[in-house]
């Protein structure tokens, strides 16, 4: 991935996949279920679902509370956007038409087993991250680099603990 120069206001995206030894049925469980995110992501500290919603599904909502040492705790409320099993899972985050930030995860059959993709898209609404912006505008371009390497990391790591996951014998 290639963030050099980029800006926050270009909706920069990043993207990580892995290819997994279990049926796409087995890999959706995991991905589509926000309360097991938390044991794949030194971020992600906790998600529930909202009111009446027990799972996923196009316009339900839930809490994820974060945690990232430059960036202190916060929490976010993050809206389903697309939900069709087991391929395609996302949300948005805050304002589902306006979002902090986009998640998918999308799931692919593959030689006998599953392609799992992450992707996120930064923006194009402001978050955490423009708080940093507007104290150091000169830095922008490095700020939305780091991060998104941040995200990069995160993402490698959050796939190869779902692929241990569904790769183990249930």
């Not at 926050?8 to 997994?20: C, L």
């Not at 509370?65 to 929490?75: D, I, V």
């Not at 194009?124 to 505008?137: E, F, K, N, V």
């Amino acid at each position: 991935m290639e963030w050099t120069g980029a800006k926050y206001a270009d909706g920069p995206t990043v993207e990580a996949e892995t290819w997994i030894d279990a049926a796409p049925q087995r890999v959706w469980e995991i991905v589509s279920d926000i309360t097991l995110m938390p044991q794949f992501s030194d971020e992600l500290q906790a998600a529930n679902w909202l009111g009446e919603a027990t799972g996923p599904a196009v316009g339900n909502a839930f809490v994820g509370s974060n945690k990232h040492q430059a960036l202190g705790e916060w929490q976010t409320t993050s809206h389903v956007v697309q939900c069709e099993a087991p391929k395609t899972f996302a949300w948005a985050v805050s304002d589902p038409e306006n979002p902090t930030a986009t998640w998918r995860f999308t799931l692919e059959p593959r030689d006998g087993g599953t392609a799992l993709r992450e992707w996120m898209r930064m923006g194009p609404a402001r978050s955490g991250l423009s708080l940093a912006i507007d104290q150091m505008p000169d830095k922008e371009e490095k700020i939305v680099f780091v991060r998104m390497r941040e995200f990069e990391t995160a993402m490698t790591g959050t796939l190869a603990a779902i692929k241990d996951r569904a790769e183990q014998p249930r």
